[in-house]
């Protein structure tokens, strides 16, 4: 059974995800890779996934306990790459509500977040993304 998901619009500042645990499989790559048109083949030779692979699957593992509710947009993506990211690596992601406001009919959530591989204290990609949601819906159904 799968657990109910939060709707983004419902969580106030200072709200802390629950840690996500998940894995980054070559198959992850590889799609990620073949949804941007990237036909380089070398991140899969050395092994390495690409940044923002990395990220790509922490926000998706994320939504995996948040519900964007329907009309959201991803308006922004701030990222840092701070170490090599194995495929295959388990890894942990970690973050919260940095801010939230309303504005027009909108809610603004900014959401930072830390991607750490397992057996390490130190995150390897980190970020900051913003979603605009409107704020007259909740779980995706209009209020």
Do not use: C, W
């Not at 998706?60 to 840092?80: F, I, K, Y």
């Not at 690596?89 to 959401?111: D, F, K, N, P």
């Amino acid at each position: 059974m799968t657990a109910a998901r939060t709707p983004l619009p419902d969580l106030p500042k200072g709200y802390r995800f629950p840690d996500t645990s998940f894995e980054l499989t070559a198959e992850h790559v590889e799609s990620y890779l073949a949804a941007v048109g990237d036909a380089n083949r070398l991140y899969l030779e050395q092994g390495l996934a690409p940044p923002l692979a990395v990220a790509a699957r922490g926000l998706g593992a994320l939504l995996e306990l948040v519900e964007l509710p329907a009309g959201s947009l991803h308006t922004g993506q701030e990222m840092e790459a701070r170490a090599g990211v194995p495929i295959g690596a388990a890894l942990t992601l970690s973050g919260g509500i940095a801010q939230r406001s309303e504005r027009a009919g909108l809610i603004i959530s900014v959401i930072e977040f830390a991607i750490t591989p397992a057996g390490s204290t130190a995150a390897a990609v980190a970020g900051r993304t913003t979603i605009l949601a409107p704020a007259d819906v909740s779980a995706g159904t209009p209020a």
